[in-house]
């Protein structure tokens, strides 16, 4: 097995076989696992949000702790109003998209980058806040555990990933026992406790009678900020209008009735926890060896097995709840790339068709906040609920505007009831913010304007590229065979210079020459291709530096619209990634090369093992089937369709393989309409491995490498800032990977170099 293939199979171990894009509909959730995939965040906020309240109003002392309740209902209210808003939501906007999309078509670019700029450092924040309080609920049970506090939670950090690059369906179907065995251990804990307190008396709490000494007196500011802490049970609310699209079929009342179930679980037991905590008394403390939860479960089961059953129950949801972020993270990032706010990669789906690049930067960005933050809840929740309040409120915003531009039936309920919303939640938004500002909030509130920032110009990258590609001035002549001229770089004379000679000379280009750097290399040269004159350089630097030098010679002295072709010939001892490692020298060689203003870039490799000794390498083959690879209509690939030309093909087509139905289709009538007079060919690629995908057509053509030849045009585009490279999907990158060990294949690598842009 090769290396490549052992990779492959390690991958199908982890997370499972690959399916094809055909199978989306089987992993759409039903409502009973959507709910502790979309919801375990909300949810779970119950394990803390209490506590929340009582560690501020424990800064009064005791006296303010009956406080805990009003509180809690005024926080009830709020969390219904944005519930019942949201179900508004996903049944007008059944495609997911959730605030962002609602702000951006209603109320403009910028209020929708704000709403989207808030919800993924929320997200984040979501997963290094459950993660920690999930590894705090395990050490309240473990004290023993605390000093490795960090470990445990990036593993657990790991775990939920890996869940999660397996697929919504499966990652729902592993989360859902612990977030319905949270849901019901805490109705077990709340009705057996508020039973005791009916008929023997309430239990009292271990933390009972607890001193506090108070640092602070209790005025309107103290209260507003308990308050203000207690909205973290509104977290993740939004999660459901964010992946309505996830859902089964009626997507948006299957949303809406899953938020509902939410809204109402999560309600009923954090007044039920909040009204609980004070009969029984309960103290929190930032020095408590327990949660507020825990101490109200050991109160009322007398630490038996009941209270570990919560207690694993509780931990379990909380770390879990991370997973309300790994869905909607992923999936706001690929409609913001979608819309060109970010990296195209974003876009595309994993093996599992799960937004996989977005599901790995969230788990790395996310432990670098436990990390950070050394894995301390006090501190990353001092974090939180800013970006919510701001999604929030931008989205029942955006949806008054909505519902007063269609104004169907009922039109005036629904806007008093999302103005409403928008009101209350703007509201609490400033609450959060005056009253955590200096406890952290800044932090969030400096980030998100940064992050707009960064998807502004993004959008300006893609957008000046796009103008580049289709300016008129930049649009390419056409070239015939006559206008190529070719160069052989030997570095030694072997059986990849024979074919690379033999290659050349089907060609014919208007020049063709050798270059060396070694004097010994000549004769032997001579012997092999006498009609091809050969240069012996001298090396002035680096490898890279001196070719580059002797082709800006050669290009200076060549007409401006003639194509020039550095052809590497590559020897391969064995295939898999350990025979590409082990020639780093000559892949830095070529990625060098695509730099260079006017010179192509061929590759002619060939394995030892497909040498025939008594075949002549050097033959020149009767068939050469040149492709072109397509991503779009525009001046790069005319471009590279003029060089094609130049190769003198047997047979000459564009091929693209589509990923998105709705872009390859547009591709389609753009091609026409262009009436570029060459065959497209849209192919599908079920598995979204263009690599994978490109060797199997390329397989009809039979290449032996002798007589029949593919030679694969790519088209590339050289950013002048490597900051801009990574905006650009590496399509052509993974292709060669795929293409350098296939027998018979070549492949030319054609820049298009971009100008400077306004993010410059």
């Not at 119950?46 to 926080?75: C, D, K, R, W």
């Not at 892949?587 to 061929?602: C, I, P, T």
């Not at 033959?619 to 050469?624: G, K, L, Q, S, Y």
Request: hydrophobic share 50%; glycine share 8%.
């Amino acid at each position: 097995m090769t290396d490549l293939g052992k990779t492959q199979a390690l991958k199908r171990i982890f997370l499972g076989r690959t399916m094809a894009t055909g199978e989306l509909e089987h992993t759409l959730l039903p409502k009973i696992l959507a709910l502790p995939v979309f919801s375990s965040d909300p949810l779970s906020s119950n394990a803390y949000a209490t506590q929340e309240i009582m560690l501020v109003l424990a800064l009064v002392g005791a006296s303010a702790l009956h406080l805990v309740v009003p509180i809690a209902f005024f926080v009830a209210i709020l969390l219904g109003t944005v519930v019942v808003s949201y179900r508004q939501t996903v049944r007008a906007y059944p495609n997911g998209g959730g605030a962002y999309i609602v702000a951006h078509e209603n109320l403009g670019m910028y209020p929708g980058l704000l709403a989207a700029a808030a919800l993924l450092i929320d997200y984040v924040l979501t997963v290094s806040v459950s993660i920690t309080a999930g590894v705090d609920a395990i050490v309240s049970a473990s004290p023993g555990l605390s000093d490795i506090k960090i470990p445990i939670a990036i593993g657990f950090v790991a775990f939920v990933t890996l869940a999660n690059l397996r697929g919504a369906k499966e990652s729902g179907t592993i989360f859902a026992i612990p977030t319905y065995g949270f849901v019901l251990s805490i109705y077990i804990m709340l009705g057996s406790g508020f039973a005791k307190c009916l008929t023997s008396g309430c239990p009292v709490a271990d933390s009972a009678g607890t001193p506090l000494e108070s640092t602070q007196a209790l005025g309107l500011f103290l209260v507003l900020r308990a308050f203000a802490a207690g909205t973290t049970a509104l977290t993740g609310v939004e999660a459901i209008s964010n992946g309505v699209p996830a859902f089964r079929f009626p997507q948006s009342r299957n949303a809406a009735t899953t938020l509902g179930m939410m809204g109402a679980m999560s309600i009923s037991m954090f007044i039920g926890i909040s009204v609980l905590a004070n009969r029984m008394q309960v103290v929190a403390t930032e020095e408590m060896e327990r949660t507020v939860v825990a101490d109200i479960a050991h109160g009322v089961f007398g630490g038996g097995l009941m209270f570990y059953v919560v207690q694993i129950m509780t931990a379990g949801i909380l770390i879990l709840a991370a997973n309300t972020a790994y869905q909607d993270f992923p999936r706001l990032s690929s409609i913001l790339a979608q819309d060109r706010f970010m990296p195209r990669q974003l876009i595309n789906r994993g093996d599992r068709l799960v937004f996989s690049n977005g599901v790995l930067i969230l788990a790395v960005l996310a432990s670098m906040l436990i990390v950070i933050f050394d894995a301390n809840l006090t501190k990353l929740i001092q974090l939180y609920l800013v970006g919510v309040f701001i999604s929030f409120t931008l989205s029942q915003s955006g949806m008054v505007v909505h519902w007063r531009k269609t104004r169907e039936p009922g039109w005036q309920r629904k806007v008093f009831i999302n103005g409403y919303g928008a009101t209350f939640t703007a509201i609490t938004f400033f609450v959060v913010s005056i009253t955590k500002f200096s406890h952290g909030a800044w932090i969030v509130l400096t980030a998100i304007p940064l992050l707009i920032l960064l998807m502004r110009s993004i959008h300006t990258h893609y957008t000046d590229v796009a103008r580049q590609l289709a300016h008129p001035e930049r649009r390419p002549v056409d070239r015939r065979p006559g206008n190529q001229h070719m160069v052989i770089l030997v570095t030694t004379v072997d059986a990849a210079a024979a074919r690379a000679v033999g290659y050349v000379r089907a060609v014919r280009p208007r020049e063709m020459t050798a270059l060396t750097f070694d004097k010994g290399h000549a004769a032997a040269w001579k012997r092999l291709a006498p009609d091809i004159p050969v240069t012996v350089g001298s090396m002035d630097g680096s490898l890279s530096e001196t070719v580059k030098a002797h082709l800006r010679e050669k290009r200076a002295g060549m007409p401006p619209d003639d194509f020039l072709t550095i052809v590497v010939p590559e020897l391969l001892e064995r295939t898999g990634l350990v025979e590409i490692l082990r020639r780093p020298r000559m892949h830095r060689l070529k990625a060098s090369l695509l730099g260079e203003v006017g010179v192509q870039v061929m590759d002619v490799p060939i394995l030892r093992d497909e040498i025939d000794p008594d075949a002549d390498e050097a033959v020149e083959p009767a068939r050469n089937f040149v492709i072109v690879m397509v991503a779009g209509v525009h001046n790069a690939t005319l471009q590279a369709i003029e060089y094609a030309e130049t190769l003198r093909p047997t047979d000459l087509r564009a091929v693209s393989f589509g990923l998105v139905p709705e872009e390859t289709e547009q591709l389609g009538d753009n091609w026409i309409e262009a009436r570029i007079p060459v065959p497209l060919e849209l192919q599908d690629s079920p598995f979204r491995d263009i690599g994978r995908s490109l060797v199997n057509y390329i397989e009809r053509f039979e290449p032996d490498g002798v007589r029949r030849m593919v030679t694969i045009v790519l088209p590339e585009f050289v950013v002048q800032r490597m900051r801009h490279q990574v905006l650009h999907g590496q399509t052509a990158l993974l292709a060669k990977r795929h293409l350098l060990f296939q027998r018979g294949v070549v492949v030319a690598s054609v820049p298009y170099h971009l100008g400077p842009d306004s993010t410059d």
